[in-house]
């Protein structure tokens, strides 16, 4: 089973995957983890589009079975092929604007694990999630349109539940 999860920060991607992951005994991957260098002694550093693919590739190649998520479309393509399902998860913005303070009052707190942000990156957060609900949104539409058969549009949390509960 190989199964590619994408929507915007705060919408239950990591969520879905490691549930998913747990379930079906596959390993799961972040794309934000080959988006980012986070060995990189300042926050937000990105990798080189070159460096990115090339540890895609890695996964895909050295996985049977995979579970990857993540909000990121354009270097992904062969990702999506490659996926027996795609879920997109499109949640309503009080949604995931509350999960992304949330998260990260708790990161604050050093209640969960997870990248060291500042107020003015989860502001900046949540100005760009108008921007990926507006924009990026419908550019991923268009991407996958032509995966039509494998695509799984989730737009309410009992939507979730449901690909989590099924056998």
């Known amino acids: 089973m190989k199964i590619h999860i994408i929507g915007c920060s705060g919408s ?22 080959i988006q980012w260098d986070n060995n990189a002694k300042e926050y937000g550093k990105k990798r080189t589009l ?12 050295n996985n ?3 579970i990857i998520e993540g909000v ?25 604007k ?24 989860v502001y900046n957060l949540l100005k760009w999630t108008e921007t990926f609900q507006n924009k990026n949104l419908k550019e991923i539409r268009s991407i996958i349109d032509r995966y039509d058969d494998k695509v799984i549009w989730l737009s309410r949390k009992k939507d979730v539940d449901k690909i989590i509960k099924a056998v």
Do not use: C
């Open 12 to 33: 239950g991607k990591t969520y879905l995957a490691n549930k998913l992951s747990k379930k079906y005994n596959i390993s799961h991957f972040d794309l934000d983890d």
């Open 50 to 61: 070159d460096e990115r693919k090339a540890l895609l590739q890695e996964i895909l190649y």
């Open 64 to 66: 049977n079975e995979w």
């Open 72 to 96: 990121y479309y354009s270097w992904v393509q062969q990702s999506f092929d490659e996926a027996d399902k795609i879920y997109v998860l499109d949640m309503p913005g009080y949604l995931y």
């Open 98 to 121: 509350s999960r992304i303070i949330m998260r990260s009052i708790k990161r604050k707190l050093g209640i969960q694990k997870g990248k060291r942000e500042t107020l003015k990156s």
